[in-house]
């Protein structure tokens, strides 16, 4: 949840760790810091709470020279965010300091038996914790840092990403992980280190990401060294970055995610491309040619996913029992985990995760593997953790997604489980040849229909205006469309702080119709379709209890038009693919909502854009 970003090399390290930490704040923003050793060998610890900027502001007028130095912007865990649980951690002689990303569960124990040997400690943190722990076992064994090290993460329980710097070894920084990223630049002299690539792309394309269980040694003027926790030695395993520094600025637009809402159809035809042949009536993904067997007989598809990827799963359930005709069942991983789940051989699991690395979805598709289904992935980084722990599935192309509030990620998302399931209908002979050309022509047309509703803005605005006040709002949907509902709901709570809910139209009668009134705004997706007038029936419903309807329908469309208070016209589509055109007038009001209400859209309290803890 937190981000990390350490430099060691011959270039002032400060400049490049603040930079990171910027590029890194969507991961946690309630603290910052860094620890640098400047050339009279001096170690400089400077943190703040709040934001990265507040930390320029505090050390504006310090020291902040130095070629070696660790950074942390912090999502709170353990302790309330503050100036002392703020990172770098300190060990009891503070000769050395820590930054942390994951959580030590079994601190409280570990810190129980320091504290009788005579440790004491500043913070909340089990962060802190673990630093002291090291620097015991380095102390009362002898051992070098990384040996330390090595010994002192067998005793935790949990989930780390750590870098630990030593004042009194300025030549080298020694970082580990398990369940929490980590990435490693290998430049010409020097090294970098981050929760993600999004800090490195500026000054080298080669990277290492480190395993589970890896610590890595990083000395100035030497090559990377890696071992694991049993001291087995690792050969460094060296990719190429495909990230261009283009893609994590912001391009003229006031916010990422404004930027990323109008980047989705290049998005989605980036997620398409190579994979989608509409003229040659074919799907060719290579991720899951190797499971073609397994679809062809699977009785049961499984999605496991968390927020905004669990929105994609839903609507990816009726797209493969529609298409494929196989039983679905969509999971939240949090809970799915945690169960005794009944899974049998030939069941396919597919994760679902932007980023990669969601912490739920890694341990649920450690608990599917070992039930022997098979089980694959849908996620957007290259290299992350869920798309090493699968054994199959493809990458969604919608590139970096900086802002927290996920938008062009699940249209990506539900363009690739979209031509998954079509795949899967192929492999199964569930589809006739012409239904199945029909979706792909139109699967290849979505792109520039998505272009059309951005034109929208204007009088989304517009809309956004008069509803910028409201304390609730309800959203509406039917059948494939009901998931979207659920992710415009989502959308306004997530970054204007307005409760809101989504609800299969149909069920508003059992229970929210109760909260309808002449201030409740709802919002419904009334395109045509086989649920088309069901839907407008309940939107009669809400005119007769005085409710607000704002209406995202197919163009041309008069009978909802004549009863809403506003309509917002999509080119119309097949039903089942209408999610990928339907949600994108929701992202761009609950944009300018937040927008007009002042609150900070990119970084909304209290939420973090990778969740790598529980």
Request: aromatic share 8%.
């Amino acid at each position: 949840m937190c981000g990390i970003v350490a430099y060691i090399g011959n270039r002032e390290a400060y400049p490049i760790i603040i930079k990171g930490l910027q590029r890194l704040e969507y991961r946690g923003y309630d603290s910052a810091g860094v620890a640098l050793i400047n050339k009279a060998g001096k170690l400089n610890v400077y943190k703040r709470k709040g934001k990265v900027s507040d930390l320029l502001d505090f050390v504006k007028d310090e020291d902040t020279s130095g070629s070696i130095g660790i950074g942390h912007t912090r999502w709170a865990t353990h302790g309330e965010p503050n100036d002392v649980n703020s990172h770098p951690h300190y060990s009891q002689t503070k000769d050395l300091v820590m930054i942390h990303n994951g959580i030590i569960e079994n601190y409280a124990a570990i810190k129980e038996g320091l504290t009788k040997r005579g440790h004491t400690f500043l913070s909340d943190t089990d962060t802190e914790v673990l630093i002291h722990l090291i620097e015991e076992i380095q102390t009362h064994e002898n051992m070098k840092l990384g040996h330390a090290v090595q010994a002192a993460l067998k005793q935790v329980n949990g989930a780390y990403a750590i870098v630990i710097l030593d004042k009194n070894d300025t030549n080298t920084l020694v970082a580990a992980k398990k369940g929490s990223p980590m990435v490693i630049g290998i430049g010409k002299d020097d090294f970098f280190i981050a929760s993600d690539a999004t800090p490195i792309i500026e000054y080298t394309k080669n990277v290492v990401y480190l395993e589970d269980e890896e610590v890595a040694i990083l000395r100035r003027g030497q090559e990377l060294k890696i071992r694991n926790l049993k001291d087995k030695v690792i050969t460094p395993y060296i990719q190429e970055l495909t990230l261009e520094i283009e893609s994590i600025e912001k391009g003229g637009y006031d916010h990422f995610m404004l930027k990323e809402i109008y980047e989705q159809p290049r998005s989605v035809l980036d997620s398409m491309r190579g994979r989608l042949r509409a003229y040659e009536g074919d799907i060719k993904m290579g991720g899951i040619v190797d499971h073609e067997k397994k679809f062809e007989k699977a009785k049961r598809i499984i999605f496991i996913a968390c927020g905004t990827s669990w929105h994609a799963g839903l609507v990816a359930e009726y797209l493969f029992e529609e298409f494929a005709r196989v039983p679905v069942e969509v999971e939240y991983a949090s809970e799915f985990r945690y169960r005794n789940p009944v899974i049998y051989e030939d069941d396919i699991v597919i994760a679902i995760s932007q980023s990669g690395e969601t912490a739920d979805t890694l341990a649920a598709i450690e608990l599917a593997k070992s039930k022997g289904a098979t089980v694959l992935g849908v996620c957007n980084v290259v290299g992350s953790s869920i798309a090493r722990a699968t054994q199959g599935g493809s990458y969604t192309h919608a590139g970096p997604e900086i802002g927290v509030a996920s938008t062009k990620a699940f249209t990506a998302q539900v363009t690739v489980l979209t031509l998954m399931a079509l795949h899967m209908a192929k492999v199964r002979g569930t589809l006739s040849e012409t239904r199945f050309r029909q979706l792909c022509y139109e699967m290849e047309a979505i792109p520039s229909k998505i272009e059309e509703v951005l034109k929208l803005n204007d009088q989304l605005r517009e809309i956004a205006f008069i509803y910028k006040d409201t304390a609730n709002a309800l959203y509406l949907g039917r059948g494939v469309s009901f998931p979207v509902a659920l992710e415009g709901a989502l959308k306004l709570k997530e970054i204007s702080y307005i409760h809101a809910e989504g609800y299969p139209a149909a069920e508003m009668k059992h229970g929210p119709i109760a909260l309808i009134d002449e201030e409740m705004p709802v919002f419904v997706i009334a395109t045509k379709g086989a649920n088309y007038e069901k839907v407008v029936s309940n939107i009669q419903e809400v005119k007769a209890r005085k409710g607000k309807i704002i209406a995202v329908v197919t163009s041309g469309d008069t009978e909802v038009k004549a009863i809403a208070d506003h309509v917002i016209e999509i080119p119309e589509t097949d039903e089942f693919l209408v999610p990928l055109i339907s949600v994108v007038p929701f992202q761009l009001l609950s944009y300018h909502i937040a927008v007009m209400r002042g609150c900070n859209v990119d970084q909304p309290r209290n939420l973090a854009k990778s969740v790598t803890v529980e």
